[in-house]
């Protein structure tokens, strides 16, 4: 495989492979990445086993993928791996950051220019377009849950779905008290996870829960993937990394724009009755308030 200044991840690199797979290849790949990347860290053996296939299927996977034999493959893995869980304290300045010339915020906006086009380039419109359809259903109540970063995308996400329809609710707080919008949970129900490295066990448990409990849960996370994508039935991946020590929440947040700006638009009869009903509360509201 090339190195390039910002390679595709092997995720990125599988799904972008996947039409040039034969069935089994494909069935091997997909188990990868449900389980991903500890499928791929077991003996070519075990990882045949584990996805019903032959071992001489798992090598020529490999193959495909560019890579010159299993330990080649393992040790992109453990490189991947070691990215997911990587601290600011860990990580080395981005790319470009000591570079002389250009001012560090265009260097910077660059950075997240390409964020946006990568992760643009790397996500099936398809898959925008179902979570899009799934939120304007208004018979599937929707939650939204985030990190301690992310938790701040779920609450913008919040605020204008809330905005364009109802039955919408925000989980938030102590994650002892998750439980009891699990206990309301139903099969058609749709739950927004958001979790970036390094990944949240409370937010994976919850929507690990919420999957058992036969909701749709869609994932919205970074190019190496939170654990709970093996129990989401969308995943939205983004670019994070900037030329700095912390990751870029502007991919993601373009995510976030896009479904908002669709669910809208798709919907504006009804949207736009929400919307004024809205305002004349407020409108009410603030001058019984004056």
């Known amino acids: 495989m090339t190195d390039e200044p910002r390679r595709e991840t092997l995720i990125e690199h599988i799904t972008g492979t996947f039409g040039e797979l034969t069935a089994t290849e494909k069935h091997a790949a997909r188990v990868l990445l449900d389980n991903y990347p500890m499928a791929g860290l077991a003996t070519a053996a075990s990882f045949a086993a584990e996805a ?13 993928l560019g890579f010159n034999g299993y330990a080649q493959f393992q040790a992109r893995l453990l490189g991947e791996l070691e990215a ?7 990580r080395a300045n981005g790319p470009g950051l000591e570079e002389s010339g250009a001012h560090f915020v265009h260097r910077y906006a660059a950075a997240a220019h390409d964020n946006l086009t990568s992760t643009v380039n790397h996500l099936p419109a398809t898959e925008i377009e179902a979570v899009s359809q799934l939120l304007m259903d208004e018979r599937r109540k929707i939650y939204l849950l985030g990190g301690r970063f992310s938790g701040a995308l779920a609450q913008l996400f919040h605020a204008h ?44 448990g919850f929507a690990e829960d919420a999957a058992r409990r036969g909701a749709t849960v869609v994932l919205f996370t970074d190019q190496w993937r939170s654990p709970a994508a093996k129990v989401s039935r969308h995943v939205l991946s983004s670019r994070v ?28 009869d009804r949207v736009e ?13 603030h001058r019984q308030s004056g």
């Open 52 to 64: 019903g296939v032959s071992a001489p299927t798992i090598l020529r996977l490999v193959d495909k």
């Open 84 to 90: 997911r869980l990587q601290s600011p304290l860990e």
């Open 161 to 204: 779905l809330h905005a364009v329809r109802g039955n919408v609710q925000h989980v938030s707080g102590q994650s002892t008290a998750w439980p009891e919008h699990l206990i309301d949970m139903k099969r058609r129900d749709v739950v927004l996870v958001f979790d970036f490295r390094r990944y949240q066990k409370d937010i994976v």
């Open 241 to 268: 990394e900037t030329p700095s020590r912390w990751d870029s929440a502007v991919a993601p947040l373009m995510l976030v724009e896009s479904i908002i700006a669709m669910v809208t638009d798709q919907r504006w």
């Open 273 to 285: 009755s929400r919307i004024k009903d809205l305002e004349t509360l407020q409108t009410q509201l």
